[in-house]
């Protein structure tokens, strides 16, 4: 049965954090990036399930503009969280000093001694790939497996875009499993940056410029 789309992009609060971290870690803990940073098949799901809970709990739902899709499985059904995006809105810095220097003892435990160091390098990596020209970012976009193929991931792309587009701004992304590049080049982003840094997982940093 097709899913009913309740609210294709709505803004994010702290109550949907749960919700948000249910969502990213079923869609993304078996890409390269998570199968590198926590090798572990037992635990990766809980461990990637908390890597969104610092990511958004702390940063990109209250100082970012995530936003969430809401759908319901028949029509009279109650409507849930389904698809999440991490935005970051121009100016504004979700992974801030401050918010970094609270998280650090919980990131620190969970990635473990030996990925902190490669880590680290990667994040630094992604920072110095960033414009300096303002611009949206988008940190990560997710959407649970069994609501897949619904449109809700490029519902939650499109409207972001569209903000972007309101606002002159270009978009920044990256995108670290390879066979999503081609869906973002679909919607006018080009590689300008390509990294190699986790054991042959690469990361490709993705621009769309201003319209």
């Given at each position: ?38 090798p ?8 990637t ?45 979700p992974?801030?000093?401050l918010?970094s ?12 001694r030996?990925?902190?160091?490669a ?63 081609g869906?973002?080049?679909a ?25």
């Amino acid at each position: 049965m097709t899913p009913i789309l309740t609210k294709a992009d709505r803004p994010a609060a702290l109550d949907d954090v749960p919700s948000i971290v249910r969502v990213m870690g079923g869609a993304l803990y078996d890409t390269p990036f998570f199968r590198w940073l926590f090798p572990d098949d037992a635990t990766r799901v809980a461990r990637t399930r908390r890597f969104f809970a610092l990511t958004a709990g702390f940063g990109y739902v209250p100082f970012g503009d995530t936003r969430v899709a809401e759908a319901a499985e028949e029509p009279d059904g109650p409507p849930s969280v389904r698809g999440a995006a991490l935005w970051a809105a121009a100016g504004h810095t979700p992974e801030s000093r401050l918010v970094s220097l609270r998280t650090w003892p919980h990131w620190a435990e969970l990635i473990g001694r030996d990925r902190r160091g490669a880590f680290l390098r990667v994040f630094a990596e992604w920072k110095m790939a960033e414009p300096q020209e303002p611009h949206l970012y988008l940190a990560a976009l997710g959407v649970d497996p069994a609501f897949s193929g619904n449109g809700i991931a490029k519902g939650l792309l499109t409207a972001g875009l569209e903000r972007a587009d309101a606002e002159g701004l270009p978009v920044f992304t990256q995108v670290l499993d390879p066979k999503s590049v081609g869906l973002y080049e679909a919607f006018g982003f080009r590689v300008v940056r390509e990294s190699a840094s986790m054991d042959g997982v690469t990361s490709h940093s993705l621009l769309r410029d201003r319209r």
